[in-house]
């Protein structure tokens, strides 16, 4: 097998139905799974302190290889040593490719066979992004695990549009492979102006493929039978599903991954992390997830409560001296009552959308935790559907 991940490796127990304990280890430590990584898009959870995600039961961080490309520079991450040391984070790291970026913020992006030209969404500056290029980029920043590029198209897209996107993320998958490979193999390229210490060896990684494939199961098959064909993988990650689909096709099209892909390693279902969401893929077999709801959400004053969402600056709250949560551990709910919370919302007072951030972020790490404890005690199928049925009644 690929010398590319033997420091990577993951077991699992507990199994109910699809669901599953399981344990990721990486060059950075293990992840208890199924696990949220909260979203550190530039480098950072926003709003919070290294410090605070940990507390707040962060394991694994989620960074954006297109953001960290264009500012600071992924050779300047590089020679500050790597995005574990840049930021400070000791623990496990994933860079996202970037595609979604690049489809979604980019300008006058053009798509061709060889990958995508763009214009910065910072400085209008042009950039060309091929598999081989988004390699050299997520091997400098570093993370423990790095994305391939694929091609994002709408959630509805007709079968055809599908079809030809998810062929092409195939043969760019075997482009990032071969170029990952040859720069384990012979090393990165030297820092043009001699930043700093020069590490050409890059640290140990690995490469997940996507499953893409729209909300067409025979897609989906036809993509999770191709990378698999393609060798062997230490996680597989499912792509293009939150992006307007409806949840019943979701839901379905996680059923046709889950029936394709090996149970032996993790499933990462990438952008999909709303708490009902988290629920209902574990129980179709996902490991890992992100999704930048909580903290985008949390500085818009929306909280995530068992009950539902809560929007703390409603007038309701003005006396209200209950937590966001009674019984949270998080560090705001700790502390801080709903008044005063949305009195610093009203006084447009920073510490107020940190604080809400930081709820959202131990509430969804506090849901897989709480999965993981049912799981453990054979006790999934019905705290789940309790759990579920509450958020949603
Ligand atoms: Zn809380």
Same mark, same amino acid.
Not at 188 to 206: E, I, N, V
């Given at each position: 097998m690929?010398?590319?991940?033997?420091?990577?490796?993951?077991?699992?127990?507990?199994?109910?139905?699809? !669901?599953?304990?399981?344990?990721?280890?990486?060059?950075?430590?293990?992840?208890?799974?199924?696990?949220?990584?909260?979203?550190?898009?530039?480098?950072?959870?926003?709003?919070?302190?290294?410090?605070?995600?940990?507390?707040?039961?962060?394991?694994?961080?989620?960074?954006? !290889?297109?953001?960290?490309?264009?500012?600071?520079?992924?050779?300047?991450?590089? !020679?500050?040593?790597?995005?574990h040391?840049?930021?400070?984070?000791?623990?496990?790291?994933?860079?996202?490719?970037?595609?979604?970026?690049?489809?979604? =913020?980019?300008?006058?992006?053009?798509?061709?066979?060889?990958?995508?030209?763009?214009?910065?969404?910072?400085?209008?500056?042009? %950039?060309?992004?091929?598999?081989?290029?988004?390699?050299?980029?997520?091997r400098?920043?570093?993370?423990?695990?790095?994305?391939?590029?694929?091609?994002?198209?709408?959630?509805?897209?007709?079968?055809?549009?599908?079809?030809?996107?998810? #062929?092409?993320?195939?043969?760019?998958? @075997?482009?990032?492979?071969v170029?990952?490979?040859?720069?384990?193999?012979?090393?990165?390229?030297?820092?043009?102006? %001699?930043?700093?210490?020069? @590490? =050409?060896?890059?640290?140990?990684?690995?490469? /997940?493929?996507?499953?893409?494939?729209?909300?067409?199961?025979?897609?989906?098959?036809?993509s999770?039978?191709?990378?698999?064909?393609?060798?062997?993988?230490?996680?597989?990650?499912?792509?293009?599903?939150?992006?307007?689909?409806?949840?019943?096709?979701? %839901?379905?099209? =996680? #059923?046709?991954?889950?029936?394709?892909?090996?149970?032996?390693?993790?499933?990462?279902?990438?952008?999909?992390?709303?708490?009902?969401?988290?629920?209902?893929?574990?129980?179709?077999?996902?490991?890992? /997830?992100?999704?930048?709801?909580?903290?985008?959400?949390?500085?818009?004053?929306?909280?995530?409560?068992?009950?539902?969402?809560?929007?703390?600056?409603?007038?309701?709250?003005?006396?209200?001296r209950?937590?966001?949560?009674e019984?949270?551990?998080?560090?705001?709910?700790?502390?801080?009552?709903?008044?005063?919370?949305? %009195?610093? /919302?009203?006084?447009? #007072?920073?510490?107020?959308?940190?604080?809400?951030?930081?709820?959202?972020?131990?509430?969804?790490?506090?849901?897989?935790? @709480? !999965?993981?404890?049912?799981?453990?005690?054979?006790?999934?199928?019905?705290?789940s559907?309790?759990?579920?049925?509450?958020?949603?009644?």
């Amino acid at each position: 097998m690929p010398s590319t991940h033997t420091e990577f490796s993951f077991r699992t127990a507990h199994d109910c139905g699809s !669901a599953r304990v399981g344990w990721f280890t990486t060059p950075h430590g293990e992840v208890e799974t199924p696990a949220f990584m909260p979203v550190a898009t530039h480098g950072v959870v926003r709003g919070l302190s290294m410090e605070e995600v940990r507390a707040a039961g962060g394991q694994m961080l989620l960074a954006n !290889a297109y953001h960290l490309y264009l500012r600071p520079g992924d050779m300047m991450i590089r !020679a500050l040593g790597g995005l574990h040391a840049f930021t400070r984070w000791n623990g496990p790291m994933l860079t996202d490719s970037g595609g979604f970026q690049v489809f979604s =913020l980019a300008k006058l992006r053009t798509v061709t066979e060889e990958g995508v030209t763009f214009r910065s969404h910072l400085d209008g500056s042009m %950039h060309e992004y091929t598999p081989e290029h988004v390699m050299r980029i997520e091997r400098n920043i570093g993370a423990d695990v790095i994305m391939q590029l694929d091609e994002l198209i709408a959630g509805q897209a007709e079968f055809a549009d599908s079809c030809a996107a998810m #062929e092409r993320s195939l043969r760019w998958l @075997d482009r990032c492979r071969v170029e990952f490979d040859r720069i384990g193999r012979e090393g990165r390229a030297p820092t043009a102006d %001699h930043l700093g210490a020069d @590490d =050409l060896a890059p640290p140990p990684q690995t490469l /997940f493929p996507i499953v893409q494939g729209g909300i067409h199961a025979e897609l989906r098959r036809a993509s999770a039978r191709g990378i698999l064909e393609r060798g062997d993988w230490a996680g597989v990650a499912i792509g293009g599903l939150s992006v307007g689909e409806a949840k019943p096709d979701l %839901h379905a099209m =996680l #059923e046709v991954c889950d029936a394709e892909l090996p149970r032996r390693v993790p499933r990462y279902l990438m952008g999909v992390g709303f708490p009902d969401d988290l629920i209902e893929g574990v129980r179709r077999g996902i490991d890992l /997830f992100d999704c930048v709801a909580p903290t985008r959400m949390g500085r818009d004053g929306t909280v995530f409560t068992p009950d539902g969402k809560v929007q703390v600056r409603k007038s309701s709250h003005r006396t209200d001296r209950r937590p966001l949560v009674e019984g949270c551990d998080c560090a705001c709910c700790a502390q801080y009552d709903r008044a005063y919370l949305r %009195h610093l /919302f009203a006084s447009d #007072e920073m510490l107020g959308l940190r604080l809400v951030a930081l709820h959202n972020v131990a509430f969804l790490n506090g849901i897989m935790r @709480d !999965a993981r404890r049912a799981l453990v005690a054979g006790e999934f199928a019905t705290w789940s559907a309790d759990w579920l049925a509450r958020y949603r009644g």
